[in-house]
């Protein structure tokens, strides 16, 4: 058990960076890293000048659909979403750390992530473009923050649910290891909650690129002061082959983004994920390990060791990792501080909730009001009944793909192996945009005549179902290998195997993962409940559609109020289902 908190210690020892990265000449691993190096380090430079371009707003952005440009729009995208990505890692850290840490603070963070997960992309860009322009005038920078912050806020909830409940999960045992080191809270996260969280927050950060994938048309194609702004990228090279009707154009961007994908799955998260299998919480590795043909160079190349042993070491020092543990608990206050009067954390606690309970009810009566004034109760409740035709939607689609991925999500965990090789067709099917299935979905619908209330409805969860995928995967391979033996030893099979082994230890992951998938539902109603095709359109009667609609109107009243009620929905959802469950898998995790 308390290996696990030398293994990052290790990540310099055990994995050949001293021991291979003594002086000398470079070595032919050197030689062959170099190129590849110096290629990403070229290609970023190149696309970050490219991002800082000046930029007048009412100028005309055009994007080509000459194959030629691609390779520029997939490196001018994988920037957008790995700058969005670098500020999701950022805010989960510190949201996991508050909301895990404090008490009173959970209670505000946790239902305002559940806010944030359900206000649509549209809802965030509208608010976001005009002060980006604003702050970077002149320059095409200003578009380029707005657009990073729309995939932002695709991809920022999941990892912070993720490490939440990672955090919330740390076994008994460790935590009680930590106690006796005397690890103080910023010593505790880096040491051991981080490490124990790195497997299911590695697997997630996966996820949340392939949801930025999802919305990227959104993203990157956006509406301002009548005007619209195209970047140069993927997500928009894909709105205007929509538009155009280009079904050759659509068929090359699934192409670029499948290399796109292939690409940061071989070059970043493969090699993230072996690295991050030394955090196991287990004392046998098993058959477990990942590999990675990029760690495997890099730990034979001199230069990378010099540079990795700079690395940790700095990080060590920055972040106190090793500096006071085993230090002696501090002095016990004297009779003087225990006599000065202190609130009791009981009082302090129902304050608190007094002032959250004021809050909400000045929240309740500003809707109330505004609902009267503006757009009327009989408009409303019309509005709630298409939220509960999208709640009936959501929830069943949820538990059908729950059946389906739970199993095989808990298979590919168990055999590393064959979770390698699925991991990029994975990621590039839970990346595949949305959109470009509207030219099939508008054809076969059509020509069967059939219901868009009914066959609409798979779109909604054709790019949220992988959460569940990727969580339970994740949850499955940290399952530890003596606990796996001991379950054969006692002669564990079938249902029974499940009861009791497997379906509690992904239970946790799996939560997660439903909760992060029924958001995204929500939030992806507003692209399936409304497909368009040219000047085909089908429409499914529900609150995505609902939104879609008053957006393309401009009735900002009318669409403040379907996310509203949206938000409402989802704050429900959570608080009275997915939040019990979430209870429950604290007590759950192996």
Request: proline content about 4%; some cysteine; overall charge positive.
């Amino acid at each position: 058990m308390f290996e696990f908190f030398d293994k990052r210690r290790g990540a310099v020892q055990d994995g050949g960076v001293g021991a291979i990265g003594g002086p000398g000449r470079f070595n032919r691993w050197d030689w062959m890293l170099l190129p590849l190096v110096l290629a990403v380090l070229a290609a970023c430079a190149y696309g970050a000048m490219q991002m800082a371009r000046p930029f007048v707003l009412g100028q005309a952005t055009t994007v080509s659909l000459d194959i030629a440009g691609l390779p520029y729009y997939l490196l001018r995208t994988i920037l957008r979403m790995f700058a969005a990505l670098g500020c999701s890692l950022l805010f989960s850290f510190v949201f996991a750390f508050v909301a895990a840490k404090y008490r009173a603070a959970e209670k505000i963070l946790i239902p305002l992530l559940d806010i944030l997960q359900s206000v649509p992309i549209l809802g965030f860009q509208a608010i976001a473009i005009a002060p980006f322009i604003a702050l970077f005038p002149g320059s095409m920078l200003g578009v380029e923050c707005a657009a990073i912050f729309a995939i932002f806020t695709s991809q920022a909830w999941n990892m912070a649910f993720s490490l939440y409940q990672s955090m919330r999960t740390v076994p008994d045992e460790l935590s009680e290891a930590a106690r006796v080191f005397c690890l103080s809270g910023w010593q505790r996260f880096w040491r051991l909650e981080l490490p124990y969280a790195m497997p299911a927050l590695l697997w997630n950060m996966m996820m949340s690129m392939s949801g930025g994938w999802f919305f990227l048309v959104a993203a990157e194609a956006i509406s301002v002061a009548g005007q619209d702004i195209k970047l140069p990228g993927i997500g928009a090279y894909i709105a205007v082959a929509i538009e155009h009707e280009d079904g050759r154009a659509v068929a090359w961007a699934i192409v670029a983004m499948f290399a796109g994908i292939l690409l940061y799955d071989q070059l970043f998260f493969r090699p993230l994920l072996a690295w991050a299998d030394r955090f196991r919480f287990e004392e046998a590795q098993g058959e477990t390990a990942q590999r990675s043909w990029l760690l495997d160079w890099g730990r034979r190349s001199r230069w990378m060791s010099r540079l990795a042993d700079r690395f940790w070491g700095a990080m060590r020092a920055t972040l106190g990792w090793f500096g006071n543990a085993g230090r002696a608990p501090a002095a016990r206050p004297g009779l003087l501080q225990r006599a000065a009067p202190r609130l009791s954390p009981r009082v302090l606690s129902r304050v608190w909730d007094v002032l959250l309970a004021v809050a909400v009810a000045a929240a309740t009566l500003r809707l109330v009001v505004y609902v009267h004034s503006e757009v009327g109760w009989a408009e409303a409740g019309h509005v709630l009944l298409l939220g509960l035709a999208t709640l009936t939607r959501v929830m069943l689609l949820i538990a059908l793909a729950s059946l389906f991925w739970v199993p095989v999500a808990v298979w590919i965990g168990l055999r590393p192996r064959y979770a390698q090789g699925v991991q990029a067709v994975a990621q590039f099917l839970a990346a595949f945009p949305v959109n470009l299935m509207f030219p099939l979905v508008v054809f076969l619908l059509v020509s069967l005549r059939l219901n868009p209330n009914i066959w609409l409805s798979p779109l909604m969860v054709f790019g949220t179902q992988w959460y569940i995928l990727f969580n339970v995967v994740a949850g499955a391979s940290t399952i530890p290998t003596e606990l796996r033996l001991a379950a054969d030893n006692l002669g564990l099979k079938g249902w029974l195997k499940w009861k009791r082994v497997y379906l509690p230890a992904v239970f946790p992951a799996y939560v997660t993962g439903a909760i992060t998938a029924s958001g995204g539902s929500w939030n992806a109603s507003i692209v399936a409940e409304y497909v368009t095709w040219g000047k085909t359109t089908l429409a499914a009667q529900g609150l995505g559609s609902y939104i879609k609609q008053m957006t393309d109107a401009g009735d900002f009243h009318r669409i403040a109020l379907g996310i509203g009620v949206m938000c409402i929905f989802v704050m429900l959802l959570n608080r009275f289902f997915w939040r019990k469950l979430y209870l429950l898998a604290d007590n759950r995790g192996v």
